[in-house]
């Protein structure tokens, strides 16, 4: 069973944090609170939250430049902002801070219900393709310390990063995805998809047309007669 998520709730208004707790709780969350963007950072670096409810107008340091901070740590949790008196240019700047959403005051409970499971979906979406991002980067490690197998590495990390085109030839069980998979890792495209296309199948099925001719060419004199 999946631990709970853990939610921070942070205002300056004691009501406030009290209702968010107890909906949350009643939820299934873990509800923690916080008075002031200082405490909240102070918790937020010590890991293990998944959402944070952060007030923008908190006396001291306020919540954008709370969101600004919490945004440069490791793994930073998703970030609903409130706010009682909120303008677009504010919800626009929480925005490119990197707030997951915005929402005013007076709160809807429903409301809040829904962005915190949406933002909770998405940490944990996050979290998976980071695993498999991790497990396939150990698929793509080529390994061996002969010079053979160095001068191949050297010549994947100079190839890599270009737009060129790369031809990758070898017998069968050579190793050759294991190749073109490494050089998607390291090229500038890593973060898009990496697609395999079985060459031989389509051809096979006649979905493509190979660009070379079948069969013994025709003799130059056959070829005029024709």
């Not at 107890?22 to 959402?51: K, P, Q």
């Not at 969101?67 to 409130?82: D, N």
Request: aromatic share 4%.
């Amino acid at each position: 069973m999946p631990p709970k998520p853990h939610i921070l709730i942070v205002d300056d208004e004691a009501g406030i944090r009290e209702s968010l707790s107890s909906i949350l709780t009643d939820e299934g969350y873990v509800a923690e609170s916080a008075e002031s963007a200082e405490r909240a950072l102070e918790r937020t670096a010590h890991g293990g939250l998944d959402v944070i409810l952060l007030d923008v107008w908190l006396p001291g340091m306020d919540g954008l430049e709370a969101l600004s901070r919490i945004q440069t740590m490791p793994h930073p949790p998703a970030v609903i902002m409130i706010s009682g008196h909120a303008t677009i240019d504010t919800a626009v700047r929480a925005t490119k801070l990197g707030a997951f959403d915005f929402i005013e005051k007076p709160l809807s409970l429903e409301k809040i219900i829904v962005l915190v499971r949406n933002a909770v979906q998405q940490r944990r979406l996050e979290d998976e393709n980071q695993s498999l991002r991790s497990a396939l980067g150990q698929r793509t490690q080529i390994l061996g310390d002969s010079i053979p197998m160095k001068a191949l590495r050297q010549q994947i990390s100079v190839t890599a990063p270009t737009n060129g085109r790369v031809l990758i030839f070898g017998e069968s069980g050579t190793g050759k995805e294991l190749v073109a998979r490494s050089l998607h890792a390291a090229s500038l495209r890593n973060k898009g998809p990496f697609v395999e296309v079985n060459c031989a199948a389509m051809l096979r099925t006649g979905r493509i047309q190979p660009n070379f001719p079948r069969g013994r060419p025709r003799n130059r004199r056959h070829q005029q007669r024709s």
